[in-house]
C-alpha cells in the first residue's frame, strides 16, 4: 500500500460521512467510480452513492453510527467494520414515520486504493429484523 494507513482512511469515512451526518464528504473520500453493494443493490458512481446516504440519513432522526470493530487483511487493500446505527424511524425502509427505536448492525468490507481513495463497500446488516421490528412482526423460530 502507498503512504496512508488504511483503518484510519475508512475511521476517517465514518468519522467524516456518517458520524458527522455530511454526505457531501464523501466528495474527498471515495473514488469518482465508486460502488457500494447493500443488500444484492449495486449503487455506482459518487454522486449516486451521495444521494443514497443522504436519503437514508433523512429516515432515522436522531441518528447516530458506533463503529464496534475495525481491521484489515493482510495486503491492506480491504478493511471491514462491524458497526451499529440507532435512532428513530422516521420513515425508515418505506415505513411509515412513527418515531419508534431503530437499531441496526452490519459489516462492511470496504476496498481502499493504493491512493488512499475508497473504490467499493461491500455491505450486509441486520434489515429485516429492523424492517420486523418497525412493522410490529413478530419473529417465529
Known sequence: MANHDPVATVENFW???WQSKNPDAIDDLVADDFGVTSGGVEIRSREKFKSWVAAFLSKIDDFEFEVLEIFQNMSGDRVVTRWRVTGKNNGFMGL??????????????????????????????????????????????
Open 96 to 141: 411509515p414515520a412513527c418515531g419508534s427505536p431503530i437499531d441496526m448492525t452490519g459489516t462492511a468490507v470496504i476496498h481502499v486504493r493504493e491512493d488512499g481513495l475508497l473504490q467499493h463497500n461491500w455491505v450486509e446488516r441486520n434489515a429485516l429484523e429492523v424492517h420486523r421490528s418497525l412493522a410490529g412482526i413478530q419473529h417465529v423460530a
Open 15 to 17: 468519522r467524516q460521512v
